[in-house]
């Protein structure tokens, strides 16, 4: 199998505080993986400097072999990277279909002349993109919301538009920031149903933060633990369930609580 | 409501003056409005991409009438009259190089500053605005004499409404004004580009990752608010001829006015700029003609009052809720 993303060594500080310390990962084609930890350990900060929006003060990270730290998210995003976002970042004020033409426009050649005087490579690349988006509309489910303001949706439909938007760049490598949350049980089963169709359908590798252990444990292969910017753990989800290391982090140490605070902060 | 007072007076005297002045009025104002209407796009699509106001957009707009003057002479237009495509020819002419002048002034003095502070950039661009005025004025430049525009199109009435003739430049700047705008809601709304402009506008960051080239869009917007400026330069120069040298305060206060119109239509409002631009032109020609003509500016700024009061995100401006 194919290495598709890989981070070496990131690290990232916020004046003296370590957000992210030697954080590495390595996604094959088509793998799913979970990033998991307590508030604040620094998982966002992870998809941020991964998708470009953070710049490492050290590491690198790998899309497909090219070193893509140090290139503009937009530059990312059209090399395979795309992402969704735990506090929904969709554009509010345009349509439902509109957010996904929008990020199929990365996938288009004709510039600013041809868009203007309509040639016909842009006139079939526009009816190609609204064809693409549609049917990525349909797989989500909210197709026939497509001329509503995004804004307007409720909100287990704005996460499916956000994946939507997403797909819509053709990603080699998908991060999906808590897509789960908020959601009710039967959403939620829906919601992993459809991370496995994604994933056998378009051959992604993705890569997962949730909250939801029980998501979390059941679909990912690999899983990472970070607390306070370390990688505390990583392997398998059995072993993962039963690592000390992890337990502590999530429940604090056994014996002494205060100790184990005072020392971390 | 309290405005009704002034609105009542305002029609008594319409009425009491007659029909064919009331027409009169009503297509300078139109014409004037559609002028401003040019500059406050200009302002309103850049504050919807950057979130600032360009304050040297007013210089391009006079540069715009001084290079439509320049042209013109260029091609020998001052003695004989300019043959029918002199007026397209001087328009493409003008709106190519202003929007090469906003480019230029988008990567050069703003770009450097996308992550500084918004203050910085709002004093480059009153810098950028105060640079363009004064070489404007260089000898080598457009000088310091008031000058005197060829007339590109010819000076005759149109037709004749209840004894009022409507003059072909007035018709022309409302015409042009107006097909340009079309053009432009249509870009904006039907166009892929006009969609990651409102996805920039919207969250710039997220636009970027989703693969938008933000700075590429910043830089056709830049070009798109210049070109629209430079037609209006050319418009306001056929309308009203004498070009005052570009540190001459009519620039400001025209480019001033057109801010003012953007601001009450809401600004960042594709629409709502065009609609304040009427709205300003309207109550400044009215007023100037049934009330009073030294007070002019006057009616524009009480307009300006009277919507931050009644409605501070402007008619068309959307309500921004602040997050407690």
């Known amino acids: 199998m194919s290495e598709v993303l890989a981070a070496r060594g990131l690290s990232l500080s916020f004046g003296g505080l370590r957000a992210v310390n030697d954080f590495s990962l390595s996604l094959g084609s088509s793998d799913l993986a979970g990033l998991i930890g307590p508030n604040g350990a620094g998982k966002t900060t992870v998809f941020n400097l991964l998708t470009g929006v953070y710049q490492p003060d050290a590491g690198s990270v790998l899309l497909d072999g090219k070193q893509v730290n140090g290139k503009k998210p937009s530059q990312i995003a059209a090399a395979g990277l795309a992402r969704t976002f735990q506090n929904i970042r969709l554009f509010g004020e345009l349509s439902v279909l509109d957010n996904v033409r929008t990020a199929a426009g990365v996938r288009t050649r004709s510039g600013l002349w041809r868009s203007l005087l309509r040639t016909p490579l842009y006139l079939a690349e526009e009816r190609a993109v609204t064809e693409r988006s549609l049917e990525l509309l349909e797989l989500l489910g909210i197709a026939h919301r497509r001329e509503e303001q995004a804004r307007s949706l409720p909100y287990g439909d704005q996460r499916r538009l956000e994946i939507a938007r997403a797909l819509a760049t053709e990603p080699k490598v998908l991060l999906l920031d808590e897509p789960v949350a908020g959601m009710n049980s039967s959403e939620k089963v829906e919601m992993r149903g459809l991370i496995q169709t994604l994933r056998k359908q378009f051959d992604l590798a993705i890569l997962l933060i949730e909250h939801d252990m029980g998501l979390v444990m059941d679909i990912c292969e690999h899983i990472t633990v970070l607390d306070h910017g370390m990688t505390i753990a990583a392997g398998k989800p059995a072993a993962i369930q039963s690592n000390p290391a992890v337990i502590e982090a999530y429940l604090g140490a056994p014996e002494d609580e205060t100790t184990a605070e005072s020392e971390a902060s | 409501m309290k405005l009704g007072g002034p609105v009542v007076m305002l029609g008594l005297l319409i009425v009491q003056h007659g029909f064919p002045k009331f ?302």
């Open chain 2, 23 to 324: 027409l009169q009025t009503l297509v300078n104002s139109v014409a004037l409005g559609s002028l401003y209407a040019l500059i406050a796009l200009g302002y309103t699509l850049v504050y919807g991409v950057l979130r600032f106001i360009n304050f040297a957009h007013s210089d391009v707009f006079a540069v715009g009438a001084w290079l439509s003057f320049t042209f013109a002479t260029a091609f020998g237009w001052v003695a004989t009259s300019s043959p029918l495509w002199g007026m397209p020819l001087v328009l493409l002419l003008v709106m190519a190089a202003c929007a090469l002048l906003g480019v230029t002034i988008e990567i050069l003095a703003y770009r450097p500053l996308r992550k500084a502070p918004r203050l910085n950039v709002l004093i480059t661009a009153i810098g950028v605005s105060l640079f363009l005025q004064n070489v404007g004025q260089l000898s080598s430049v457009f000088g310091t004499q008031p000058q005197r525009m060829p007339s590109l199109i010819e000076d005759r009435s149109l037709f004749t409404i209840a004894q009022v003739h409507i003059r072909l430049v007035d018709v022309t700047v409302i015409a042009l004004a107006l097909a340009l705008m079309m053009a432009l809601q249509w870009m904006v709304f039907r166009t892929r580009l006009g969609r990651a402009m409102r996805a920039v506008s919207f969250d710039e960051k997220v636009a970027s990752l989703m693969g938008i080239n933000v700075n590429r869009v910043v830089t056709i917007t830049f070009a798109i608010g210049s070109a629209l400026a430079a037609a209006g330069g050319l418009l306001f120069a056929l309308k009203y001829e004498g070009l005052k040298q570009t540190a001459d305060a009519t620039w400001v206060l025209l480019g001033l006015k057109a801010f003012v119109a953007a601001v009450v239509g809401g600004i960042g409002n594709v629409r709502g700029a065009v609609a304040g631009a009427l709205l300003i032109g309207v109550v400044e020609v009215f007023g100037a003609s049934y009330l009073s003509p030294h007070m002019r500016d006057v009616y524009v700024f009480v307009i300006l009052i009277v919507v931050l009061l009644l409605k501070p995100s402007g008619i068309l401006g959307k309500a921004v809720r602040e997050k407690v």
